[in-house]
């Protein structure tokens, strides 16, 4: 069974960074895509970044440019650097992994995950 652990997120202000790490277990790491999905009040779960199982990484247009996703497979964990950070990033972050190979069209469909950490938030003053 695959467990996913999530750092404690945290309160920055508006331009500041914050780094989420998330460490996996139960699986071939290196096989899985793994992400960062978020949610913010009232609105619907939105994928942000991932990293291929062959090492590539993607990400959203809200986030390209200041967000960084990277991985450690030594430590089965994967991390989001986040930067530039502004009050529209606040919401729940959420580790996922997937066993199924994502590629550019299907990796922000929730769905496609069959892991997800608890999450963690992150909240970003004004």
């Known amino acids: 069974q695959v467990q996913l652990a999530e750092s404690v997120g945290g309160s920055v202000n508006s331009g500041g960074s914050l780094r989420l790490s998330c460490t996996g277990s139960?699986?071939?790491?290196?096989?899985?895509?793994m992400g960062w999905f978020r949610q913010a009040p009232g609105k619907e779960r939105e994928g942000i970044a991932a990293?291929?199982?062959?090492?590539?990484?993607t990400y959203a247009d809200s986030v390209k440019g200041r967000f960084t996703i990277s991985r450690d497979a030594t430590k089965n964990t994967v991390f989001l650097q986040m930067n530039s950070l502004k009050p529209e990033d606040s919401a729940m972050y959420y580790c996922v992994s997937s066993s199924l190979r994502q590629t550019h069209s299907t990796w922000l469909r929730p769905d496609e995950y069959d892991s997800w950490g608890q999450g963690t938030q992150v909240t970003v003053s004004s």
């Open positions: 990293i291929f199982s062959y090492g590539t990484p």
């Open positions: 139960g699986y071939t790491y290196s096989a899985f895509t």
